[in-house]
Nanobody, 115 residues
Framework: QVQLVESGGGLVQAGGSLRLSCVAS????????MGWYRQAPGKRRELVAG???????NYADSVKGRFTISRDNVKNMLYLQMSSLKSEDTAVYYC?????????WGQGTQVTVSS
């Protein structure tokens, strides 16, 4: 079973930046669509950004131009670079891997943006 562990969350002022990291317990990027999701209190979990095995990326409209998803295939690391953060970006951020056969989530990391 693949395990995902996120890190990098924290408290940041509006307009600031953070980089989230997600390490996979084994090499999966060639077979799984990787994604960053977030869930704010009282709201549904939503897709923030995704990257396919071929390297195609997609973003939620609310983060386009501010967030960048990337990966390091050698280190089995997935990243989310977040810039120009807004208070509405406050949420628990989750890493996800979906191969079509299995779907795995990390434990989440809290991002709090103060205005």
């Amino acid at each position: 079973q693949v395990q995902l562990v996120e890190s990098g969350g924290g408290l940041v002022q509006a307009g600031g930046s953070l980089r989230l990291s997600c390490v996979a317990s084994r090499s999966i990027f060639s077979i799984a669509i990787m994604g960053w999701y977030r869930q704010a209190p009282g709201k549904r979990r939503e897709l923030v950004a995704g990257i396919t095995p071929g390297g195609s990326t997609n973003y939620a409209d609310s983060v386009k131009g501010r967030f960048t998803i990337s990966r390091d295939n050698v280190k089995n690391m997935l990243y989310l670079q977040m810039s120009s953060l807004k208070s509405e970006d406050t949420a628990v951020y989750y890493c996800n891997a979906n191969s079509g056969w299995w779907d795995v989530w990390g434990q989440g990391t809290q991002v709090t943006v103060s205005s």
